[in-house]
T-cell receptor
């Protein structure tokens, strides 16, 4: 079965600094991978997705992620953090076993931005 | 174009009661999935509906049931509520197709069981 591990439940960076959120996956087939963001008291918003077209994926709000098969990783980065980036971030892998394409999520990483 | 909508926003119930949560998918979408997000956790898959049938169920007891209507909207029912059912319930809609299916999430329903 597919699974996702997010390293670091909390990440804190200064405004303007690099953001790096780590995600490693386990999949027996070529994976479809997603990053979602959740602001307080809200649902999940899609940031970006990997579908095997290109290893470097650009998303909304200046975020991007690189798929590295050799490392089974899909880390999320942003060159310069903004206060509005403070939120919970979830990495997910698509699991198609059982007939339905469902998402398997990591535990999440809470990103704090320091002024 | 309206996104995924869910109702109600918040709900407070007592142990043993029953609850019904509702979801309207994004326009053009035919598939609805339900997830449970406990506090401090990632969402967990409950089940998925397509063509008014349950396609797959996650590791949840039979107290959790659902329904999809001809207009693709969906309900999640939970019977005999337990304290542990307190969570954010998220509905996600998608269009069934090959390849990578993107699921779009609603704002969720916060259920508190006392």
């Amino acid at each position: 079965a597919q699974s996702v591990t997010q390293l670091g439940s909390h990440v804190s960076v200064s405004e303007g600094a690099l953001v790096l959120l780590r995600c490693n996956y386990s999949s027996s087939v070529p994976p479809y991978l997603f990053w979602y963001v959740q602001y307080p008291n809200q649902g999940l918003q899609l940031l970006l997705k990997y579908t095997s077209a290109a290893t470097l994926v650009k998303g909304i709000n200046g975020f991007e992620a690189e798929f590295k098969k050799s490392e089974t990783s899909f880390h999320l980065t942003k060159p310069s953090a903004h206060m509005s980036d403070a939120a919970e971030y979830f990495c997910a892998v698509s699991d198609q076993s059982g007939g339905a394409q469902k998402l398997v999520f990591g535990q999440g990483t809470r990103l704090t931005i320091n002024p | 174009d309206a996104g995924v909508t869910q109702s109600p926003t918040h709900l407070i119930k007592t142990r043993g009661q029953q609850v019904t949560l509702r979801c309207s998918p994004k326009s053009g979408h035919d598939t609805v999935s339900w997830y449970q997000q406990a506090l401090g956790q990632g969402p967990q898959f409950i089940f998925q509906y397509y063509e008014e049938e349950e396609r797959q169920r996650g590791n949840f007891p039979d107290r959790f049931s659902g329904h999809q209507f001809p207009n693709y909207s969906s309900e999640l029912n939970v019977n005999a509520l337990l304290l542990g059912d307190s969570a954010l319930y998220l509905c996600a809609s998608s269009f069934l197709s090959g390849g990578a299916v993107t699921q779009y999430f609603g704002p969720g329903t916060r259920l508190t069981v006392l």
